[in-house]
């Protein structure tokens, strides 16, 4: 208090700026949401990866494409840089066995492969020899090959089957940079440009 009783205006201007503070942290202390928490909780699984080595002959699997059957062996085709080959391995049997199914020139890369109702295996790859997008089955009882697009084309590729077993290719044209999709049906090719909007499909 100073002289003749009254107040120091500066003691109550501090007074009501901590009283202000005070209130304002209660006000956002009380405005603090809780921690979401995860529906369902989230949690990490430790199950172990089993690692096998199939091949090990030389520079191989750089491209390679897999399919699983209905009785669970597993199918897979990929490409051998060492000898430019298109190799095949599987399971079936419970063993793991591996052969070359095309070593007709420098073949296998961009291999992509898809499995028929009756679990025979169909792939397609590029043939860099010719630079032509080749198909192979074993849906006959043996591997039989086949040039589908002989036109510089078949860098990128992706197959799948339908319910009627009928294949469908997308592959991709370097000679104009196109998507290009291509059908077997009936024991027929049919062919079609899906986009030619730029330099579409290499991937």
């Known amino acids: ?7 120091n205006p500066c003691r109550k201007g501090v007074s009501v700026l901590v009283l202000f503070l005070l209130i304002s942290s209660m006000l956002v202390i009380a ?15 430790y199950v172990k990866w089993g690692v096998e080595v199939l091949d090990r002959e030389g520079d191989v699997g750089r491209n390679n494409s897999m399919a699983v ?3 669970g062996a597993v199918h897979i085709i990929y490409f051998d840089s ?5 190799k095949y391995a ?19 890369e961009y291999c992509s492969m898809a499995l028929d109702s009756y679990g025979n295996v169909h792939a397609v790859y590029l043939d860099m020899t010719d630079h032509s997008l080749l198909y192979i089955t074993n849906a006959g009882g043996e591997w039989n090959r086949t040039v589908v697009d002989p036109d510089n ?28 999709y291509a059908k077997l049906s009936g ?15 290499k991937f």
């Open 69 to 71: 059957d209905a009785d």
């Open 153 to 180: 084309v078949g860098f990128g590729t992706d197959i799948a089957l339908d319910s009627s077993n009928n294949v469908h290719i997308a592959y991709y044209d370097d000679a104009i940079e196109v998507l290009r």
């Open 90 to 108: 599987t399971d079936t049997g419970g063993i793991w066995q591996i052969s070359t199914i095309d070593s007709a020139g420098d073949v296998g």
């Open 31 to 45: 405005h603090i949401p809780e921690a979401a928490e995860a529906s369902p909780p989230l949690t990490r699984s």
């Open 187 to 201: 024991g027929e090719w049919s062919f079609s440009i899906i986009d030619n909007t730029g330099n579409a499909g």
């Open 82 to 86: 060492t000898n430019k080959d298109l």
């Open 1 to 7: 208090m100073t002289e003749g009783g009254s107040s």
